[in-house]
């Protein structure tokens, strides 16, 4: 279990996204939480799997769901409904995969603090984006990625760790094999930088909700 991501001036050393290090390794489930009911209910399953589980938890998410607008005020988890914890035991699945967000535009694939900012540009650009929260990347729930894809016809991918060799090039891979006849137009990422985590500048690193929401509109204009 281990925080990941940026968003909260860490610099260099302490704001990596390396989900994609663990998911390279066979043998190891790999989880990225955006919401506290998803977080108690993955973790609870992570430890019940007779399997080692990797178990990321993005630091900007910790206080509320961030959308990207670093310069507002955060909404705390109180006033949010995934913030509503059962005190209870309960368990989620690993490996299946949660519709945040219904739409018909075009599907955004997604996960941690991205989650958020996604359904913010997508409110912003008033685009019916369906955002999947994928929850875990191993196991990756492909059944939820196609049957959103083939509704839509267009994909977007979106997650702050760097863009080459990041995990959206296995997302996008997985989209092109599985539903390339379904598709409108080439699928887009949107991801941080190529270049290491700057902590003065970290804004222009950060995959905000106007550099997804101008990814969106390309898509739709394909």
């Not at 043998?27 to 919401?35: E, I, P, Q």
């Not at 007779?50 to 961030?66: T, W």
């Not at 296995?170 to 902590?199: I, K, M, N």
Request: hydrophobic residues 35%; glycine residues 10%.
């Amino acid at each position: 279990r281990m925080p990941t991501g940026g968003g909260i001036f860490g610099g260099q050393t302490h704001s990596q996204s390396p989900e994609a290090l663990f998911t390279h390794v066979a043998g190891l489930k790999t989880v990225v939480v955006s919401n506290p009911y998803d977080a108690k209910g993955l973790l609870i399953a992570a430890i019940e799997d007779d399997d080692p589980v990797i178990f990321l938890e993005p630091k900007r998410v910790y206080n509320g769901p961030f959308d990207g607008h670093h310069d507002r005020p955060i909404v705390p988890w109180s006033k949010h409904p995934l913030g509503d914890v059962p005190d209870g035991h309960y368990s989620i699945e690993i490996g299946r995969a949660r519709v945040h967000r219904e739409g018909s535009d075009l599907t955004v694939l997604a996960y941690g603090t991205l989650v958020h900012v996604a359904q913010a540009a997508a409110e912003e650009q008033g685009i019916d984006a369906e955002i999947i929260d994928l929850r875990t990347l191993v196991p990756l729930d492909v059944d939820a990625i196609v049957a959103s894809v083939e509704k839509t016809g267009r994909c977007l991918i979106v997650h702050e760790a760097t863009l080459t060799s990041g995990y959206g090039a296995e997302l996008s891979a997985t989209v092109q094999e599985r539903c390339f006849f379904h598709l409108e137009a080439p699928t887009l990422r949107v991801c941080g930088w190529d270049t290491p985590y700057p902590h003065a500048h970290e804004w222009s690193y950060f995959p905000g909700p106007d550099r997804v929401g101008r990814a969106m509109h390309t898509l739709m204009s394909s």
